[in-house]
């Protein structure tokens, strides 16, 4: 399988997948603290390994976008105050605040529990279908966000 590298600064391993100013980015452990954490690979900082020649349909779940806003306009729509949910939903209620103001995201556990106190859609299923890599030479290195920026500096001249 070959080696992936972070979107952002260009090294490598890759710790997570973050969603970055509504783009979904592969990140190392420096640059996944930008953004919102959507998936996290296994310790080792790589994705589990999979037969190159096989395609294969890959399932996983993520947190709808601006779930925070979601969260606070369902509470408000109930009327209950946010201590109240805290309790039905034992949080604490300042951890529901930050959820609110998306300062972290919750456990899927977290989201679940509050799906189901407020009535609400939180985590989506998503399908992604991996293929065999392309084979090529060894030493290409995919670009990196700052590459592209150099490419346009380079153009505007």
Request: glycine share 8%; with cysteine.
């Given at each position: 399988?070959?080696?992936?590298?972070?979107?952002?600064?260009?090294?490598?391993?890759?710790?997570?997948?973050?969603l970055?100013?509504?783009?979904?980015l592969?990140?190392?452990?420096?640059?996944?603290?930008?953004?919102?954490v959507l998936?996290?690979?296994?310790?080792?900082?790589?994705?589990?390994?999979?037969?190159?020649?096989a395609?294969?349909?890959?399932?996983?779940?993520?947190?709808?976008?601006?779930?925070?806003?979601?969260?606070k306009?369902?509470?408000?729509?109930?009327?209950?105050p946010i201590a109240?949910?805290?309790?039905?939903?034992?949080?604490?209620?300042?951890y529901?605040?930050?959820l609110e103001?998306?300062?972290?995201m919750?456990t899927?556990?977290?989201?679940?529990?509050?799906?189901?106190?407020?009535?609400?859609?939180?985590?989506e299923?998503?399908?992604?279908?991996?293929g065999?890599?392309?084979s090529?030479?060894?030493s290409?290195?995919?670009?990196?966000?700052a590459?592209?920026v150099?490419?346009k500096?380079k153009?505007?001249k």
């Amino acid at each position: 399988m070959a080696e992936l590298y972070c979107d952002i600064c260009g090294k490598s391993p890759v710790r997570a997948q973050i969603l970055l100013e509504g783009a979904k980015l592969l990140a190392c452990g420096p640059c996944m603290r930008g953004g919102k954490v959507l998936h996290r690979f296994d310790d080792l900082g790589a994705p589990v390994a999979r037969p190159a020649s096989a395609a294969s349909v890959e399932t996983s779940e993520e947190f709808v976008e601006n779930f925070g806003n979601v969260i606070k306009a369902a509470r408000e729509k109930s009327g209950l105050p946010i201590a109240v949910i805290a309790e039905r939903v034992k949080e604490q209620e300042s951890y529901l605040q930050g959820l609110e103001h998306e300062r972290f995201m919750p456990t899927v556990e977290v989201a679940r529990k509050l799906e189901k106190e407020l009535g609400i859609k939180l985590v989506e299923k998503t399908k992604s279908v991996a293929g065999p890599a392309a084979s090529g030479p060894k030493s290409f290195v995919p670009p990196t966000l700052a590459d592209m920026v150099e490419a346009k500096k380079k153009k505007g001249k």
